[in-house]
């Protein structure tokens, strides 16, 4: 089956983190009993671009593995600050669900950070252009998620009465 790179870059990821894989002629073999088609060449490069290190395993074999993936990798809180900050312009949340409006072209950053930051309660974001949908971990968590991302942010909560203002040294600011 012909499949992306990323999509095949990504199945390689899983399956090192799933076992211990010491050739790339195994990584060839176990990609091709999942259908997916790759030459020794592909996955070598793929390897390369993954940044997978060989690494000696109890008992002296070796095994490919990757380093920390970043979206395993916990963010400063202050860079999640700092990017919603910059980046958030509004923020509204329902039952499990959080929206965020960025600038065009800016929600992909804002999701990165959100995922990359730890904060309790996130279970996933999806990003367009200038839309972020954050999934709360609970059925009712959004509106607290919300207020939370609204306070790192900068921005009052939504009460309905008007658009979002920013907060800044406690006078508020039409935006």
């Known amino acids: 089956m012909r499949v992306t790179k990323h999509q095949r870059q990504h199945r390689i990821a899983k399956l090192l983190e799933t076992r211990a894989v010491g050739s790339q002629a195994q990584l060839v073999?176990?990609?091709?009993?999942?259908?997916?088609?790759?030459t020794q060449t592909t996955v070598s490069r793929d390897l390369e671009e993954l940044g997978a290190l060989k690494v000696r395993l109890p008992g002296g074999d070796g095994a490919y593995a990757l380093p920390e993936l970043p979206?395993?990798?916990?963010?400063?809180?202050?860079h999640l600050r700092r990017v919603l900050g910059e980046w958030a312009v509004e923020v509204t949340g329902s039952g499990?669900?959080?929206?965020?409006?960025?600038?065009?072209?800016?929600?992909?950053?804002?999701a990165s950070a959100l995922d990359r930051s730890g904060l309790e309660g996130i279970l996933g974001t999806v990003?367009?252009?200038?839309?972020v949908l954050v999934v709360a971990m609970t059925a009712r968590?959004?509106?607290?998620?919300a207020r939370r991302i609204s306070a790192l942010a900068g921005l009052r909560?939504?009460?309905?009465a008007g658009p979002p203002r920013r907060v800044a040294d406690d006078r508020t600011t039409k935006e």
């Open 29 to 38: 073999d176990l990609l091709a009993a999942e259908g997916i088609e790759a």
């Open 141 to 145: 968590a959004g509106g607290e998620l």
């Open 127 to 131: 990003a367009g252009d200038d839309t």
């Open 71 to 78: 979206t395993q990798q916990i963010a400063p809180s202050d």
């Open 157 to 160: 909560a939504d009460d309905g």
């Open 96 to 110: 499990n669900l959080v929206v965020i409006r960025t600038p065009p072209g800016c929600a992909h950053v804002v």
